[in-house]
């Protein structure tokens, strides 16, 4: 499902290569009040094998996220190596082996009350919450019904088709949306022959999947006025055995949230502002409603980690 990645091959991050590296490159702090981030205290060398989605070494899709890693990990002094895991892995896989301590040792996946449980979650939103701003597939000749909703009774008219067996089916339906859910390949089709209204699909993804599926289905198009939100991003994840790590990534995306940093990688982050310019956010009417797979700490989070919750 989208979830598991962010699923477009879009320009690279320019702070970030996929080669192995150990860490002896500290970010120089930010000229700022805050107190030194605590220092990682030993000579641990952190090995952190994530997983591989395609056989190619490097992936574009883990730059951004890679590149944050590494930013939280100067930040605390960590030592350590990245490389991707030996053979290709489907995420539902890799939670596995890194539950079970092979394979893998750090993955990063979407908000899961399930995952949340049997892994250990670093709760700071990697991409800020913009992977729960859904933009809509729609055929192109219905803009005009959607230019017409305004509120979230208004989309209680329209049917939205999700995949089988994604958890946005189960978001949608607790909100009152109506919902058909089938294989993915075939919701573009079905949206072509006005069989279901809107296709709900992440920011982040939707633009690379029109442009991918217009060839065969020439009447889709990207809905223009409306944004549907609801929490979700993704989480760093390590095993439980492995609090270390976890702590260390912690602490340095704290410290980055506190000195700036975090904030200037997302918006510098060349990824990001491809999509937030493709989806103009700001000019679409927003209609939010609430996610309830989120587990309790997670939807504690505080406002500061969200995207457009803190006015920035």
């Known amino acids: 499902m989208g979830w598991t990645r962010v699923a477009t091959a ?3 991050t320019a702070l970030v290569t996929t080669n192995t590296r150990a860490a002896g490159n500290a970010v120089p702090p930010a000229d700022d009040a805050s107190p030194p981030p605590a220092r990682v205290q030993n000579d641990e060398v952190f090995t952190i094998v994530y997983p591989r989605a395609t056989e190619s070494a490097t992936d574009p899709r883990d730059e951004y996220p890679l590149g944050l890693l590494r930013l939280a990990l100067d930040k605390v002094g960590a030592r350590y190596t990245i490389r991707p895991s030996a053979t290709v892995m489907e995420q539902a896989r890799a939670a596995v082996a890194l539950q079970q301590g092979t394979e893998v040792t750090l993955l990063w996946n979407g908000m899961s009350a399930k995952l949340e449980r049997e892994l250990r979650p670093i709760r700071i939103p990697l991409f800020r919450g913009v992977l ?10 219905a803009q005009a019904k959607f230019s017409a909703v305004r509120t979230l009774d208004d989309l209680r008219r329209l049917t939205a088709g999700q995949a089988l067996g994604w958890p946005d089916v189960d978001i949608l339906q607790a909100a009152g949306l109506p919902v058909e859910a089938f294989r993915y390949d075939l919701l573009f089709r079905l949206v072509g022959l006005h069989r279901i209204d809107y296709f709900p699909r992440g920011a982040n993804e939707i633009f690379a999947e029109v442009a991918q599926r217009t060839p065969d289905v020439p009447d889709l198009a ?3 006025d409306l944004v549907l939100v609801y929490p979700f991003d993704s989480f760093f994840y390590t095993s439980k055995a492995n609090e270390a790590l976890a702590a260390a990534i912690e602490r340095g995306l704290l410290k980055a949230y506190e000195d700036g940093s975090f904030l200037k990688y ?4 060349p990824y990001i502002r491809q999509m937030l310019t493709e989806a103009h956010l700001e000019g679409r009417r927003r209609i939010e409603i609430p996610n309830p797979l989120l587990s309790p700490e997670t939807a504690a989070l505080p406002d500061r980690f969200w ?3 803190d006015g920035r």
């Open 307 to 309: 995207y457009g919750k």
């Open 132 to 141: 729960g701003y859904r933009l809509f597939i729609i055929n192109k000749a």
């Open 10 to 12: 879009l320009l690279c």
């Open 266 to 269: 997302f918006n510098d982050s």
């Open 222 to 224: 990207v809905e223009n």
